[in-house]
């Protein structure tokens, strides 16, 4: 823990070469890597043997109401596990079970996000805006403001 | 602070957890390696995959330090293999001995550094030893106060900004 706590305090005391502040920054803390942390968590943590858990099955569903980004993390590390053990243990008819569980809660809390959109709003979520406005954002039409 | 080569440690330790968690794909489950290969698969590889997450970031960015954020995951590799290596060197293993003055001077270092940096005056954190040694907030009610201060300050100064904002469109 005390090595933790050196790693922890060298962290926040070396960000923009030692004269920042780490909490003007918050999208570099756990805006952004709290569902990814705790998969890594969830997976470490997990009994041998075992894939899948009640926790990886709560982390992807709050990666599912948390960002995009949160979703892209979470389902990377996840299937990226799934991929290696799988493949370790020759069962590839396993591996395409053991991805298509991991997709389970995201498809769930992707669901329940749409529907309590539509129950609140009225409206369907407009998620096929999306791409429209990533490519906006990638030709730099629309101004980014913030540093991070 | 210089972070020119602070990428290295990161690439070297996803690289090492990388290719012995391959070699244990490689051999199944019937290889000569020893046990431990599997724990490598269930602790290191999580950590060694989230590293690499948070290492994107700075590899997408013209700043350099934001290297820092993939600290904290190395670290979830880095710590344990430093334990691992103080119990090897107290086997008498003169090799180990060796390698342990790595990690030791790192948490040396890091650790003079940041504790001479937060709770220098002036230091942009203002932690409880900054507020009771320079302002005189050393109770707890006192320090709730200044919170709540510094909370209302940044609301006006925040509502201001929006304001000044609106009227120069």
């Known amino acids: 823990m005390w090595l933790g706590l050196i790693v922890l305090t060298f962290w926040l005391s070396g960000w923009a070469y030692g004269e920042g502040n780490v909490n003007v920054t918050p999208s570099v803390l756990a805006v952004r890597y709290l569902p990814a942390m705790l ?19 709560l982390v992807s569903f709050l990666a599912a109401f948390w960002s995009a980004e949160a979703v ?13 053990v799988n493949l370790r243990d020759r069962s590839f008819r396993r591996l395409a079970v053991d991805l298509a569980l991991a997709c389970v809660p995201i498809v769930i809390g992707l669901t329940a996000l749409s529907l309590s959109i539509l129950l609140a709003v009225g409206q369907v979520a407009g998620i096929c805006n999306l791409p429209g406005l990533l490519r906006q954002l990638q030709s730099g039409s629309t101004v980014l403001v913030g540093t991070f | 602070m210089d972070y020119s080569g602070a990428g290295f440690p990161f690439q070297l330790t996803i690289v090492v957890v990388v290719g012995v ?20 698969l269930r602790r290191a590889l999580p950590a060694a995959m989230l590293t690499v997450l948070a290492s994107a970031y700075f590899a997408g960015r013209s700043v350099d330090f934001v290297i820092l954020i993939a600290l904290l995951p190395f670290s979830l590799l880095f710590i344990p293999a430093s334990l691992w290596l103080a119990n090897v060197a107290t086997s008498r293993d003169g090799i180990a001995g060796s390698l342990l003055a790595i990690p030791l001077i790192a948490f040396l270092w890091m650790s003079s550094f940041s504790l001479l940096y937060l709770f220098r005056v002036g230091s942009p954190y203002s932690l409880v030893v900054q507020e009771c040694r320079d302002h005189g907030r050393c109770m707890p009610a006192a320090l709730g106060q200044g919170i709540s201060d510094k909370v209302a300050r940044s609301t006006r100064v925040g509502a201001r900004n929006r304001y000044l904002r609106d009227d120069s469109i």
């Open chain 1, 72 to 84: 892209a993390a979470v389902l990377a590390l996840h299937c990226g596990f799934l991929t290696l």
């Open chain 2, 21 to 40: 968690c391959c070699l244990t794909v490689i051999g199944g489950r019937s290889s000569e390696l020893p046990h431990w290969t599997d724990y490598w």
């Open chain 1, 39 to 57: 998969m890594t968590v969830a997976l470490s943590t997990e009994a041998k043997g075992n894939r899948h858990s009640i926790l990886t099955f």
